[in-house]
């Protein structure tokens, strides 16, 4: 069995780093004060430096002399009073010559601007060769330096300002979080707005003097609610219009059914009633549509056994539609008895063999019906899968089949394509009983599956 390899935790680092802005804002912050404490620290190293060189070159040099006089006093120099000058002070005193050759401190590494006058002469050694050797009389030379050990060691202090700089990073980052926190916000509202939920707006942080972000939630949630405005107008005038229609639709169904079933207008008087029933079953889908996709969608649910209501919707489509009694029915045996909206179940259940039926007429195999158990994680449920095998639908128009009153391209006629609305109320009634809808080509035909949960 294949493996995926692990991705490196350095490209799960950058790819957090680019994904956060949190992240970016809280290095860019770091990285900008160490610029400027490099920055600054070296300037004022580097002037104090320059300062010092000029003010403390003369007091350094008359007091090497002094020191150099000490202890050649005699003309030639004096071991003992070197070595009681570095008990005395931190220094370090190098004698060489023709009598005298003595090192105080052997074990110290000789300092940089010695190791240069031996033979890497540069940098600033000439100088430091000025001010710490002196020559005798009788052609030793004394050179002086600092005695290393006597300087306490902190080792620790770097872990204290790391420690310093972790605190301090985590500090921004909090802050940084906290700054940022409306952009979360801001995040969700759009996602509910998106679905269709304006019942909560946006918080907006310290409402009577916003900055730039509470601003945007505030632009934000004015437009939530002009879009929600919009949505329950349009609406109102889909279920108006709905409602007028029906009674003049109804008179002239009654007027139709009187003309007289004689040869020369039978098909036309057959023409109009069938017309009129597509434009009566359109009006009740808008009106269904309209109540199940408001946000108090009342269901009526009581004990139903999907197995059941299944046979007795293919009964009613083979009415109309004969090929419905070769659809293959598929149900678990050890199918639990639901609580739903029976009507609405069915409405979805005859929407869906509908739809398979009018676009496999000419398919090799009859309809498939499946009603199973399924098991996500801890969510339990029953799935109803309707599968045709027809043409099936482009990849890039499935995700639009659910949409009200779309027919993908292969579906324009009015005999195969209906008016759009079957799948959408399919997806309003999974969504109001707590379910979830998909369509997917099968490779040949179109499934569409709705999972509806089982009572915890």
Known sequence: MSTVPATPWYRRALAALRCSLKLRLVLVFLLLAMGMAFTFISGA??????????????????????????????????????????????????????????RSHPGQERPHWRRERAGLEGGDGRDWNLLLSRTTADGHRIEFGIHEDTFERRPKIIGYALAILFTLTLLAYLYVRHLLRPLDDIRQGAQRFGAGEFGQPIPVRHPQGPDELGQLAGTINTMGRDIAQMLEAQRALLLAISHELRSPLTRARLNTELLPETGDVLAQREALLRDLGDMARLISDLLESERLAGRHQALHRESTGLGTLAREVIDELAITQPPARGVRLDIAPDLPVLSVDRVRVRLLLRNLLDNALRHSAAAPHPVELHIRLEEAGARRGVQIEVRDHGPGVPEDQLPQLAQPFFRPDAARTRSAGGVGLGLYLCRLVAQAHGGTFAVRNAYPGLAVSVSLPLPG
Not at 63 to 89: C, F, H, M, N, W
């Open 45 to 102: 190293q580097k002037a104090f430096s320059v300062g010092w060189r000029e003010a403390a070159r003369p007091l350094l040099m008359d007091y090497v002399d002094r020191l150099a006089a000490d202890i050649s006093a005699g003309g030639v120099p004096d071991v003992e009073k070197a070595r009681a000058l570095t008990q005395r002070l931190p220094v370090t005193v190098d004698i060489s010559g023709p009598v005298v050759n003595w």
